[in-house]
Protein backbone atom coordinates (compact mmCIF):
# COMPACT_ATOMS: atom_id res chain seq x y z
CA UNK A 1 0.00 0.00 0.00
CA UNK A 2 1.03 3.26 -1.03
CA UNK A 3 2.20 5.87 2.19
CA UNK A 4 0.03 8.92 1.96
CA UNK A 5 1.64 12.17 1.13
CA UNK A 6 1.66 14.97 3.77
CA UNK A 7 1.89 18.12 2.31
CA UNK A 8 1.14 20.41 4.49
CA UNK A 9 4.11 18.72 6.79
CA UNK A 10 6.44 19.08 3.55
CA UNK A 11 5.82 22.75 3.36
CA UNK A 12 6.78 23.32 7.38
CA UNK A 13 9.54 20.52 6.67
CA UNK A 14 11.19 22.74 3.84
CA UNK A 15 10.15 26.08 5.68
CA UNK A 16 12.18 25.06 8.29
CA UNK A 17 15.14 23.66 6.14
CA UNK A 18 15.18 26.03 3.92
CA UNK A 19 14.77 28.95 7.12
CA UNK A 20 18.04 27.09 8.87
CA UNK A 21 19.92 27.26 5.58
CA UNK A 22 20.06 30.85 4.53
CA UNK A 23 21.07 31.24 8.05
CA UNK A 24 23.96 28.93 7.30
CA UNK A 25 24.64 31.66 4.06
CA UNK A 26 23.59 34.74 6.02
CA UNK A 27 26.40 33.57 8.80
CA UNK A 28 29.29 32.62 6.30
CA UNK A 29 31.48 35.86 5.64
CA UNK A 30 33.20 34.48 1.87
CA UNK A 31 30.37 33.59 -0.21
CA UNK A 32 30.87 32.67 -3.48
CA UNK A 33 28.26 33.75 -5.96
CA UNK A 34 26.48 30.84 -6.28
CA UNK A 35 26.42 30.56 -2.58
CA UNK A 36 24.76 34.12 -3.00
CA UNK A 37 22.03 33.12 -4.86
CA UNK A 38 21.18 29.77 -3.21
CA UNK A 39 20.62 32.08 0.01
CA UNK A 40 18.34 34.02 -1.83
CA UNK A 41 16.59 31.21 -3.48
CA UNK A 42 16.64 29.63 -0.03
CA UNK A 43 14.89 32.51 1.77
CA UNK A 44 11.99 32.86 -0.89
CA UNK A 45 11.46 29.13 -0.65
CA UNK A 46 11.16 29.25 3.35
CA UNK A 47 8.61 32.29 2.88
CA UNK A 48 6.94 30.87 0.06
CA UNK A 49 6.38 27.45 2.36
CA UNK A 50 5.54 29.13 5.54
CA UNK A 51 2.81 30.94 3.47
CA UNK A 52 1.41 27.53 2.57
CA UNK A 53 1.48 26.08 6.01
CA UNK A 54 -0.42 29.73 7.38
CA UNK A 55 -2.83 29.50 4.82
CA UNK A 56 -3.82 26.01 5.99
CA UNK A 57 -5.05 27.48 9.57
CA UNK A 58 -2.70 25.19 11.32
CA UNK A 59 -0.41 27.43 12.77
CA UNK A 60 -1.09 29.45 15.80
CA UNK A 61 2.25 31.89 15.46
CA UNK A 62 1.13 32.27 11.50
CA UNK A 63 1.65 36.58 11.13
CA UNK A 64 5.48 36.05 12.97
CA UNK A 65 6.13 33.15 10.88
CA UNK A 66 5.84 35.13 7.95
CA UNK A 67 7.02 38.26 9.35
CA UNK A 68 10.20 36.39 10.43
CA UNK A 69 10.33 34.68 6.89
CA UNK A 70 9.82 38.80 4.84
CA UNK A 71 12.56 39.88 7.60
CA UNK A 72 15.02 37.12 6.38
CA UNK A 73 14.42 38.02 2.76
CA UNK A 74 14.80 41.65 3.11
CA UNK A 75 18.54 40.74 5.11
CA UNK A 76 19.65 38.45 2.33
CA UNK A 77 18.74 41.25 -0.13
CA UNK A 78 20.39 44.37 2.47
CA UNK A 79 23.48 41.52 2.65
CA UNK A 80 23.34 41.37 -1.32
CA UNK A 81 23.61 45.28 -1.88
CA UNK A 82 19.63 45.24 -3.34
CA UNK A 83 18.29 47.74 -1.76
CA UNK A 84 14.94 48.41 -3.30
CA UNK A 85 14.37 44.35 -2.68
CA UNK A 86 15.42 45.07 0.77
CA UNK A 87 13.15 47.70 1.34
CA UNK A 88 10.23 45.96 0.05
CA UNK A 89 10.62 42.77 1.97
CA UNK A 90 11.40 45.27 5.10
CA UNK A 91 8.09 47.25 4.63
CA UNK A 92 6.32 43.97 4.54
CA UNK A 93 7.71 42.87 7.66
CA UNK A 94 6.80 45.83 9.30
CA UNK A 95 2.80 46.19 8.10
CA UNK A 96 2.76 42.57 9.26
CA UNK A 97 4.16 43.49 12.49
CA UNK A 98 1.93 46.19 12.67
CA UNK A 99 -1.74 44.64 11.29
CA UNK A 100 -1.40 42.22 13.48
CA UNK A 101 -0.02 44.00 16.66
CA UNK A 102 3.97 42.55 16.95
CA UNK A 103 5.64 43.86 19.46
CA UNK A 104 8.79 42.69 21.53
CA UNK A 105 11.93 41.30 19.18
CA UNK A 106 10.13 41.26 16.14
CA UNK A 107 8.73 44.51 15.75
CA UNK A 108 12.65 45.50 16.80
CA UNK A 109 13.73 44.11 13.93
CA UNK A 110 11.27 45.03 11.75
CA UNK A 111 12.67 48.23 12.34
CA UNK A 112 16.23 47.36 11.86
CA UNK A 113 15.03 46.04 8.19
CA UNK A 114 13.99 48.97 7.27
CA UNK A 115 16.64 50.89 8.54
CA UNK A 116 19.24 48.60 7.30
CA UNK A 117 17.59 48.78 3.82
CA UNK A 118 17.38 52.77 3.87
CA UNK A 119 20.93 52.67 4.91
CA UNK A 120 22.14 50.47 1.85
CA UNK A 121 20.15 52.85 -0.35
CA UNK A 122 21.98 55.71 0.91
CA UNK A 123 18.74 56.99 2.51
CA UNK A 124 20.13 58.39 5.86
CA UNK A 125 17.64 60.07 6.75
CA UNK A 126 15.22 57.22 7.22
CA UNK A 127 18.57 55.15 7.97
CA UNK A 128 18.23 56.95 11.42
CA UNK A 129 14.61 57.56 11.93
CA UNK A 130 14.32 53.37 12.00
CA UNK A 131 17.61 53.46 13.74
CA UNK A 132 15.69 55.20 16.54
CA UNK A 133 12.45 53.42 16.06
CA UNK A 134 14.36 50.10 16.50
CA UNK A 135 16.73 51.16 19.53
CA UNK A 136 13.60 51.85 21.31
CA UNK A 137 11.77 48.50 20.35
CA UNK A 138 15.11 47.37 21.08
CA UNK A 139 15.36 48.89 24.85
CA UNK A 140 11.88 47.08 25.59
CA UNK A 141 12.74 43.51 24.52
CA UNK A 142 12.10 41.74 28.08
CA UNK A 143 14.87 38.70 27.75
CA UNK A 144 18.16 39.93 27.90
CA UNK A 145 19.46 37.14 25.79
CA UNK A 146 17.20 38.30 22.79
CA UNK A 147 18.01 42.29 23.44
CA UNK A 148 21.98 41.83 23.54
CA UNK A 149 21.22 39.77 20.32
CA UNK A 150 19.63 42.20 18.91
CA UNK A 151 21.25 45.36 19.59
CA UNK A 152 24.72 43.23 18.72
CA UNK A 153 23.11 42.87 14.80
CA UNK A 154 21.46 46.53 14.72
CA UNK A 155 24.95 47.35 15.52
CA UNK A 156 26.12 46.42 12.14
CA UNK A 157 23.40 48.72 10.57
CA UNK A 158 25.68 51.35 8.57
CA UNK A 159 25.33 54.52 10.42
CA UNK A 160 24.59 53.11 13.89
CA UNK A 161 25.92 54.96 16.99
CA UNK A 162 25.05 54.70 20.64
Not at 32 to 38: A, G, H, P, R, V
Not at 45 to 65: C, D, K
Request: net charge negative; with cysteine.
Amino acid sequence: MAEEFDALAAHKKFAVGCFNGTWDLVDKKDRTQEELDKMIHQAHASRFHWGEVVAAGTENTGPVNIERGEWQVSMVYAISNMPESALYHAKRCLDICQANDIKGFDIAFAYEAMARSHAIAGDDGNAQKYIALAKESGNAIEDKGDRDYFFSQLETVSGYSE
